[in-house]
């Protein structure tokens, strides 16, 4: 089995390295996320970063080219392990020095760093070393034990999926959503809680013109569909939006109407130091409010543990 795992780590690491390559060589989100990565922070310069993230991006797709190539040498695994090693090193210096950044080591996801992303580079790390004594093709060892080889591929992957960032928007998010429907919005738990400990922020927010905050915003009549981008410059003119702004380090990562309100989702940091933890901060916007119908508008808000789920408190 041990055997069978060494042969068929370059395949399984081809697979992680190619696709995180691509994300970095020709995404269109490289640009706008290096600014927003430790990376920039090392380097001093968003446009140097988006050009180092790309520069990688090249080199992971030929070391994941090498990889699936037959293995008359080890530099290909060994050249993978030094870069896990140095993507471990790299992570370390942005818990430290920016624990508030994305790492942009998927040029796709811009919340803050994680375990999973340790997680990620030890498994680069621990595949490159497995790939650099491989013995013979991954195609051969798979041939010779087609159903074992696949349930190890399988299981790779799906390990691997859960330590990457995307899943987030793929299946978190909607068990999430589920959750929400079933349980209650977490919102409605922690109104009247929030509120209070940010009373000096968010009670101007509830003007004369949002006295109906607490109850559903569709309760008021007929509405019109209003743009996402229309209720996002709404809500970042709010004075809800400025009391918890400097939670938020993401741009909107996900959105949804539910009951009259329009959840915007946010990813941030809570805390500072070593207590700092990934949070996702949920704004809860009238669905029909614009700039053209309300100056201040009906806006709740909650902070969640990334990870648990659990409601955190802001604090003016």
């Known amino acids: 089995m041990s055997a069978l795992a060494r042969d068929l780590a370059p395949l399984v690491l081809a697979g992680v390295l190619g ?21 920039a922070r090392l380097l001093r310069d968003g446009g140097r970063a988006a050009l180092v993230l ?34 471990l090193g790299y992570l370390g210096y942005a818990r430290t020095a920016a624990p508030g950044s994305s790492c942009g080591c998927t040029a796709r996801q811009e919340a803050p760093l994680t375990w999973r992303a340790f997680a990620r ?12 004594l491989a013995r013979q093709p991954w195609w051969t060892a798979a041939a010779r034990h087609p159903a074992t080889a696949a349930c190890l591929v399988l299981a790779a992957a799906v390990a691997l999926t859960a330590l990457s ?84 380090r993401s741009a909107l990562m996900d959105h949804w109407d539910d009951g009259g309100w329009r959840i915007l989702q946010f990813a941030g940091v809570y805390g500072g130091g070593t207590a700092a933890r990934p949070v996702l901060v949920l704004f809860a916007v009238d669905a029909a409010a614009s700039l053209d119908t309300v100056r201040e508008p009906a806006v709740r808000v909650s902070v969640i543990d990334a990870d648990s789920g659990a409601p955190v408190m802001a604090t003016a």
């Open 165 to 248: 960032a995307d899943p987030e928007r793929r299946w978190r998010m909607p068990l999430r959503r589920l959750r929400l429907r079933i349980a209650g919005h977490p919102l409605a738990a922690t109104a009247t809680a929030t509120a209070t400990a940010m009373a000096p922020a968010v009670a101007p927010a509830t003007t004369p013109a949002t006295t109906q905050a607490a109850m559903p915003p569709d309760a008021a009549g007929a509405r019109t569909a209003v743009p996402v981008a229309a209720t996002v410059e709404l809500l970042e003119r709010s004075r809800a939006w400025q009391s918890v702004s400097r939670v938020v």
């Open 19 to 39: 696709p995180a390559g691509a994300g970095k060589l020709f995404g269109r989100g490289t640009a706008r996320q290096a600014p927003r990565t430790a990376l």
């Open 54 to 87: 790309r520069v990688l991006g090249a080199a992971e797709l030929l070391l994941a080219a090498a990889l699936l190539a037959p293995p008359t040498t080890p530099l290909p695994g060994a050249a993978a392990a030094l870069l896990g090693a140095g993507f």
């Open 121 to 132: 580079a030890a498994a680069v790390l621990a595949g490159g070393a497995a790939a650099a």
